[in-house]
């Protein structure tokens, strides 16, 4: 017997010695993090409330009990009964039976309610029918990402499952080192913005910390061929943990399986979605400007498959020596704070992905409290001295001011941003200022991916700010469902349409004008002196948004939509920039943030940030705090233990 | 064809262009670091004395010229010329000619004269007949060591030429990476004292500096095994550099070629044989303690056969984007400073390996001029604030002070001393004070490995300090060969007689009293209140020597020769220690090794000492010279570009 099926033994036992003698356990196996036990009285089990946590307690695991199927009922019979059980107004939208898990699949428009108070309604479907329920809500707004993501993983259930057994194997396997260490190898974004990716190793273990792209830099990858990464062979990867879906994060984790890699991404569900959606647009944008995509599109259903989610909060074993817990960043829908507690109290290390310390609309504010903190990799995007970024009440205020103005002389308003985050923070700023009457009620159209992205917030509002979730949840007054939000999805001939109509607001990707449904929007309103185009967000060097902040007004036209080649347009708009919408921290709030920590970390490596800021961050902790300071470059290893 | 057949193919017409119509080209190839041309014209080569030197500065490579095995006499007419061309008094002691390559070995016991004027002699030879000449020392004192490396490495000759021919395409393999940077990676050594080991790597290249063990730690061996190292595959590796031959530097090269590794070891020659030399006395040392040995003694003949020796000063290419040059360390025999010189012009590192910063009586002080350097990774062993030695002039004087008490009353006086290094010194002190008469001319015994050490060293002169090599070349006056030097080499018994004779000195290992002779030689004169035990090297905590130091005099005798175990000896002598006579600069040494350093480097890694001594000398270099100075831990990675 190898050593896991040993321990899978002795936990058998003394689950046995743990239950009541009138439970029979049939099987216990890893699945991933988790322990599955099966057990031919899953109604004993659900009648217990206390007995799970009592295991999983006693066990130190995360344990899911399953039905074994010999003790199942049948899936017509059990349908009826499961339907029976929850209440009407939790809008069940979907049933979906696993006889091989012995799991029921509920989607429903509030899982709350299938949920019950603490889990009560899910127990009381395990102890009328055995089954073992699983909930997920029904998107409000229908989201092909989700429901793609959802049919494939529905799809590949058994070679999930598989690969699951083998990751959990993986996970519990016996330590074979007597040597303690703890280091960090930076493979990307040391003293630049984007290709973030870093290892988190022991004697152990060898962790992948995100692995994105550097916009602007296709040929700067992260040093993934370098022997600490994946020079000793994709397989020397215990697990990869992403912190958020922006393509400077995720962009090349689809590549890794490309390269073999062949084990699982931790990161949070929205993030998995929203990494799958900005991915394949990733792989379209390099089809149309002609480069090679780096993989093809199968290696992010590759990515797909092998991501284990976790709750923000969540302790979870990802290798023998290794937990990790996910925690909010503040930064886009489902970013994460990534903390590794290493060894039994050796050693931990939190990477802090990227940060918004303060409350926005959409999100709370980055957490900073954890239970033990000895060194912080810390995001340092405005840590240069000068990195101070106007409010956000301001910059609300300032915008509505040229909204007023704009569509008062019935003038449209046209704002590129970028599908995931700023586009649902813009939208919530709308949605209440023409509630409260502010400004003008108008249509505000949606175009490009930020409907889709849209959809994916609403799936999952409990990664929303709490006083929004509380919102949709209890008032059920969603404001992504207003219904002056309009999803442009019938192509240049609604534009057309729209253009041709009265004052409106239009939000558009691509955010730095490189592409994408804006430059459309630029043909049919770049010559009307009525109407302003706002930058919300940064413009990065070389981009046209850039250009046009600069004062360019020759705007090449034409180009990519058949109509026309190498026409210049003459800018006619109002062009308005809005700062504060940033999703990242300013130095003020990467200071508050460090300042605030509980526990102070002893180190922090400043990264993610140009050379300057990473310095001046870097020197201001230290001489404010006086806590040891690095602003590492790219290739460096450091050793904490 | 292959890239290196190409590139090959263009020197070859390059050489063509560059040499006389009448030269005949027949091949070029790679052996080692070396272009070889062969020619049918060998001594059309020899007449022109600088065509060489010009297709050497052209083609920016090190040229060996040998002649077309075709275009040779036969040995045995060849032999007659050869001796009468070279002068008698040359005392050529073998000629061996290989006609595979057209060499004639020729050892003599003095090269200088078969050498000639600028190479006039050799350059004679070839012009007779053909083969070129090769030139060895004779061993003035017979050394097994020295003979048998060579009768190995004449026995090998055939797979030797095929590992250089490899090696030398891996050297001049076309260069594969755009991208630029140069790392070091600390893999032990670091706040610690032994198990030397550094990797240097860039995008093209890895190499490892030192594998030692560490004394007193058999269980404390370099981080081999991480990725960086040695995890990707032995064969990962381009080049091994040692920088000298004390275990704590050298013990585990073996080792690499039990773990696959097939590449070449860059040292010089006396550290190749010291090598030999002391690896094979420690696996003796371990099957004599009943631990298993890492490795068996074929890999030492391996190492052996892999070994490219290389002398100070010469600039030699190791891989496409590294050239290394060894410089005297003042450290022990063949001890160097190895300093790589990077890309064209990128980067320059120096690693100080163990040295000396003032001259000794053995050896002329470290180098410490280069012409570029940024980065020097420098031992620190007396690195620490109160690390100052007795000067040696004073040290002298104690030991002789003592010598002349202990014989004056017939005593005689035993000195545990390391068999390389230590040894020499103070035989050259003793041959001193006798040929000056500041002490009685009593006979020197000579016993462990002390001997054979010494032979090794008077094989190699030109690595000895000037006025001693001037010494032994010009008035051949060598004062290894005193008479009253005298080798123990027949065991008990003539310890036995020299105990019961009369005043005399003795030299034995081991030099901590861990083993060896000295424990036979405590018996023997251990109880004579007359005798004098006199320590003159560093007792590490825990020996026997460390605690007969510290006034024990309890000694155990009689393990391991038979005659009783488990007695012990009260013991009578007087004991007095001399410092002073370290082979490591002091505190004061590493300051002024650093402070007259030419150019002065940007970094300073302090490695090879203790974690306070490496941390004093870092914040001493810091702050008096305004460097950027690290006390790195093992396991860290430096990137410099």
Known sequence: MSTVENQLADIEEEIEREVPSDITITEVRYEGPELVIYTRDPKRFARDGDLVRKLASKLRKRITVRPDPASLSRPEEARETVLNVIPDEAGVTDLDFHTDTGEVVIEAEKPGMVIGRHGSTLREITQEVGW?????RTPPIESSTVKNVRNFLKQERNERRDILERIGRQIHREEMSDDQWVRITTLGCCREVGRAAFILSTPETRILIDCGDKPGADDEVPYLQVPEALG???SSLDAVVLTHAHLDHSALIPLLFKYGYDGPIYTT?????LMGLLTLDYLDVAAKEGRAPPYESEMVREAIKHTIPIEYGNVTDIAPDIKLTLHNAGHILGSSIAHFHVGDGLYNVAFSGDIHYDDTRLFNGAVNEFPRVETLVLESTYGGRNDYQTDQEDSERKLLHTLNNTLERDGKVLIPAFAVGRSQEIMLVLEEAMRNGDIPEVPVHLDGMIWEATAIHTTYPEYLRDDLRERIFHDDS???LAEQFNHIDAGEEERQEVADGGPCIILSTSGMMEGGPILSWIEHLGTDPDSTLVFVGYQA?????????NGWDEIPVGNGNGRGRGNTLTLKMDVETVDGFSGHADRQGLENFVRTMNPRPEKVLCVHGDESSTQDLSSALYHEYN??????KNLETFRFI
């Open 232 to 234: 000793s062979g994709a």
């Open 541 to 549: 060097q070389g981009t046209l948004g850039r250009r046009i902040q």
């Open 269 to 273: 569900e929205p993030t998995r979605d």
């Open 478 to 480: 969603n404001p992504f």
């Open 132 to 136: 073992t329920p699983e909930v997920v």
């Open 627 to 632: 806590m040891r300071t690095f602003a590492p």
